[in-house]
């Protein structure tokens, strides 16, 4: 049976830079055939200017449109699994499929949604990533700018208009599994540390925390987290329950007209060592070393003592994975792992670590 194919939702209020970011993604996407789901786009056609980044086509209203790099963009009809299925039905199908969710709708019920008969078996959610504008947050506003995100949210009959935004944020930050703290080129390194720090105390145990001035995230940090949201409901519950569905999202980000920051802000380099003795023992030293050196995500092919096959090993934060591919065949029977996180890690640390 093929495997699933991999969704990515993200989430954040108006303002934050989800659009910035998925361009960001699509530019840099490295091969990869991305489908992306936008749930409407808005009077301002702002959404549409993410497709700039990917070719000249316009999404018209209820439409899938095949982009010039390979990704794949429709909007959100009425409902949500009809265009799960068109995607789906598609050949080739899309490698990974991101949905860009409105700032004010829930998170959790599109999450719940992948259980739906017909696609809980085709897809699974990857991880839902949530973005907040670092500036505002620190500030105690949670959007730079409070009125538009009130007018977007009074324009719409679908929402909850009473609930504070203060709840919808703690709602968002429940159900995140990479928490994107974002524009923190507006903040001090003291005042980025704190706040990431922060949301770290507020999220589940495990969630990932990032610091991006300009939604300038590694693919192979923002896709691929392998989470499968969508059996973990209880732990993400909303705190507290809105009725309403989805709403129109202009995402306009004051940055946009910046120049790409490039990913200064994330760094990666090779470990190698010889042969291990003890497949867990190694696994278990390698979560030990993530998380006493915050690192994102962990790669690579391990040669364990006797075995003929070489043992691959993923870590998304300090979970890690392993499982035996292939043998080695001519190739040297080394160990060697790829480090990827934000800059600033200790390079010489983790090594000594991986190596002990």
Same mark, same amino acid.
């Given at each position: 049976m093929p495997a699933k194919i991999p969704a990515t939702i993200v989430t954040g209020f108006l303002g934050s830079g989800k659009t910035t970011l998925i361009r960001h993604m699509l530019q840099n996407a490295q091969g990869k055939r991305i489908a992306l789901i936008i749930n409407e786009f808005g009077d301002l056609g702002v959404d549409g200017d993410i497709l700039k980044g990917c070719g000249d086509e316009v999404c018209a209203k209820d439409d899938i449109v095949e982009l010039s790099n390979g990704c794949i963009c429709c909007t959100v009809a009425d409902d949500f699994i009809p265009t799960m299925e068109a995607l789906l039905a598609r050949n080739p199908a899309p490698d990974h499929i991101v949905i860009e969710t409105s700032g004010l709708?829930?998170?959790?019920? *599109?999450?719940?949604?992948?259980?739906?008969?017909?696609?809980?078996?085709?897809?699974?959610?990857?991880?839902?990533v949530t973005v907040v504008d670092g500036r505002a947050v620190q500030d105690g506003q949670f959007a730079h700018n409070i009125a538009a995100?009130?007018?977007?949210?009074?324009?719409?009959?679908? *929402?909850?208009?009473?609930?504070?935004?203060?709840?919808?944020?703690?709602?968002?930050?429940?159900?995140?599994? /990479?928490?994107?703290?974002?524009?923190?080129?507006?903040?001090?390194?003291?005042?980025?540390?704190? *706040?990431?720090?922060?949301?770290?105390?507020?999220?589940?145990?495990?969630?990932?925390?990032?610091?991006?001035? /300009?939604?300038? *995230?590694?693919?192979?940090?923002?896709?691929?987290?392998?989470?499968?949201?969508?059996?973990?409901?209880?732990?993400?519950?909303?705190?507290?329950?809105?009725?309403h569905h989805h709403d129109d999202d202009a995402d306009d980000h004051d940055d946009d007209h910046h120049h790409d920051h490039g990913h200064d802000e994330f760094e990666s380099f090779i470990v190698t060592r010889d042969e291990v003795a003890d497949a867990a023992a190694f696994a278990a030293q390698v979560s030990a070393a993530i998380k006493a050196n915050n690192i994102l995500r962990l790669k690579g092919f391990v040669a364990i003592t006797g075995k003929p096959m070489r043992m691959t090993l993923q870590a998304v934060g300090p979970r890690v994975e392993t499982y035996f591919d292939q043998p080695f065949g001519d190739a040297p029977r080394q160990t060697r792992l790829v480090v990827i996180g934000e800059a600033g890690l200790n390079q010489s640390a983790i090594t000594a670590a991986l190596q002990a």
């Open positions: 709708a829930l998170p959790q019920p *599109l999450v719940r949604a992948f259980n739906w008969p017909g696609i809980s078996t085709r897809v699974t959610v990857d991880g839902v995100v009130d007018a977007q949210r009074a324009a719409d009959d679908n *929402l909850d208009h009473e609930t504070p935004l203060s709840e919808l944020f703690e709602d968002q930050i429940a159900c995140a599994d /990479m928490i994107v703290v974002n524009k923190t080129d507006l903040l001090t390194a003291d005042e980025a540390d704190s *706040l990431a720090a922060q949301l770290r105390t507020d999220s589940r145990d495990g969630v990932q925390v990032v610091k991006t001035s /300009m939604g300038a *995230l590694p693919v192979d940090v923002l896709l691929g987290q392998g989470i499968g949201a969508e059996a973990d409901l209880e732990s993400r519950h909303e705190i507290h329950h809105h009725h």
